[in-house]
């Protein structure tokens, strides 16, 4: 088999930390999944370092080149459901699933992986937040708890649960709407 170059070795990295795990990545496992042996890796990477440096370099430019379109138009329902779907569409993306597992499987044991994944943790909260302010409800309480509950939904999607999040996202928007209510009186 002949190696198209550092990418397609990287992707195969990535795909046996997500679905097998880190502890699986060696040389020899890398080389036997490409249908090389371990030496000829050498002549692209001199380490299972650098691998896993290029894993999370290469990942995080991918992920960054996603983007997310913010919409503000709509009722609150609306714009949480399709904050949601944004976000749900990018974790199940097919070429980004494999990194956004590698990143969560490895949060904790992985200082690259924990700042990525604070780092999009804090993306989706700082989107919530303007989501929820630009609907009208200054409660930071609020938008931590559609942040925590979007973000485990997330966490499921990466498991491979394929839940939908619609229904919590209208029930979110009538506990907005009740608070909001609630605070008028």
Do not use: C
Not at 162 to 177: H, P, V
């Amino acid at each position: 088999m002949k190696i198209k170059g550092r990418d397609e070795i990287v992707q195969k990295a990535t795909e046996i930390i997500a679905f097998s795990g880190i502890d699986k990545l060696t040389m020899q496992t890398l080389g036997k999944e490409l249908g090389l042996n371990k030496a000829s890796l050498y002549h692209w990477f001199s380490s299972k370092d650098e691998i896993l440096e290029a894993v999370f370099t290469e990942g995080h430019r991918a992920l960054m080149a996603k983007g997310f379109r913010l919409n503000l138009e709509g009722d609150a329902e609306t714009v949480l459901q399709r904050a949601a779907a944004e976000w749900t569409e990018i974790f199940s993306d097919e070429a980004l699933f494999p990194y956004l597992r590698t990143v969560f499987a490895l949060r904790y044991s992985d200082e690259r992986a924990e700042e990525e994944a604070r780092a999009l943790e804090l993306m989706i909260k700082s989107q919530i937040d303007v989501i929820i302010n630009a609907l009208g409800y200054q409660n930071a309480f609020l938008s931590s708890l559609f942040t925590a509950l979007l973000l485990q939904h997330l966490e499921s999607v990466l498991e491979g649960n394929e839940e939908d999040f619609r229904k919590d996202a209208s029930s979110f928007a009538a506990l907005l709407t009740s608070t909001q209510d609630k605070a008028h009186r």
